[in-house]
């Protein structure tokens, strides 16, 4: 294992990784990108086709009028229970392979040739390091609730034997605990953020070497993942809204067609007219291709803002192993190498070389 580089924190570069590395290797960020993006919308069509046939029969349902029963209903459970656990199956995979494509650009920079998703060792780490970190939330979670719960009850009990101060001194231990639970949560997420930045930038399983990667810096690291939090949120709400207004257009057809019928029809649609004009709305070719030019948008930004998150455990990552500022970036040209000093000639002796110029006599 290579061995840590005592290198100083820089805040601007810990918080603008990202934008470095883009401004570097722009082609090659754009395409994990696309890439992601479209990975995404795999996902979403997936989970459509296999939420779908429960959907269409409580559509069916409620055109006929007809309140499901209780057989009902579990009949289209069932019937969608493959679909939906092949979904969550891929929801990882994908997941993993988004992942994947971020961290080996940011942390090794290095993009995959033509397609840049992967799912090999890096992936399968990932997974591993992933898991590893889910089961201690979970294990944390739990704690606290159990914790919480019994100081909750406590003090119920407490309130209800005629104790009130006794209920509010354990509400407010409850509330305590909240805020204790809470700042541990975000300490092991800080110290823990690394982790895969390093797994992957050194293509081995890395969980506890990323607890000193943050030694030292942990206040600086929280500052950056807190700032990037709230320029990921302000991007989201403009960014975010414009790509909305993308979908705008898209309800202009079916608007029209409610408008035909109610100039050709008297009263209100019945259900299966209803269904049908929705239909044909969102199915014409301008709407679709607003839905299609909106979700992409969308997702494109989407698996941006989640580089842009990737990049701070990354930097972490690079900064730890002495790498930061180093791939990429030239060098600062060499000082140009002095000439040598002259020498003068040696002063002539009379005797030097076997030459004196004298007779040997």
Do not use: C
Request: net charge negative; hydrophobic share 55%.
């Amino acid at each position: 294992m290579p061995t840590p580089n005592a290198q100083s924190y820089d805040f601007g570069s810990a918080l603008l990784h990202f934008f470095k590395v883009f401004g570097r290797r722009p082609g090659g960020t754009l395409w994990v990108a696309l890439w992601n993006g479209l990975l995404y919308i795999a996902l979403v069509s997936l989970v459509i086709w296999s939420l779908w046939p429960f959907y269409a029969q409580l559509i069916s349902m409620a055109m006929e009028q007809r309140e499901p029963e209780f057989e009902d209903v579990f009949a289209m459970m069932m019937s969608i229970s493959g679909g939906v656990l092949l979904a969550m199956i891929g929801g990882i995979v994908v997941a993993l392979m988004a992942q994947g494509a971020w961290l080996r650009l940011l942390a090794r920079d290095e993009v995959a040739p033509m397609i840049p998703l992967r799912f090999g060792g890096d992936e399968f780490r990932l997974l591993g390091v992933n898991v590893v970190l889910l089961i201690l939330g979970s294990v944390l979670y739990m704690v606290a609730v159990g914790v919480v719960a019994g100081v909750v009850v406590a003090a119920a009990a407490a309130n209800d034997s005629g104790g009130g101060a006794a209920a509010v001194a354990g509400g407010l231990a409850g509330f305590a605990l909240i805020v204790v639970f809470i700042a541990v949560f975000v300490f092991l997420a800080i110290k823990f953020a690394p982790a895969p930045g390093l797994t992957v930038l050194d293509r081995r399983f890395r969980l506890f070497d990323a607890w000193p990667a943050t030694q030292r810096v942990f206040w600086w690291a929280l500052l950056t993942y807190v700032v990037m939090a709230l320029m990921i949120l302000a991007m989201a709400m403009v960014l975010g809204s414009i790509a909305q207004m993308l979908f705008l257009p898209a309800i202009f057809p079916v608007i029209g067609e409610f408008a035909s019928y109610t100039q050709t029809h008297a009263g209100d649609p019945s259900p299966d007219e209803a269904f049908a004009m929705l239909w044909s709305g969102l199915t014409h070719p301008v709407a679709i291709t607003f839905i299609a030019l909106g979700t992409v948008v969308s997702l494109v930004l989407q698996t941006l803002y989640e580089g842009m998150w990737h990049s701070i455990g990354a930097y972490l990552a690079r900064r730890y192993r002495g790498l930061e500022g180093a791939a990429g970036e030239p060098s600062p040209p060499a000082a140009p190498t002095p000439p040598p000093t002259p020498v003068s000639p040696a002063a002539n002796t009379g005797d030097a070389g076997g030459d004196s110029g004298s007779s040997p006599h």
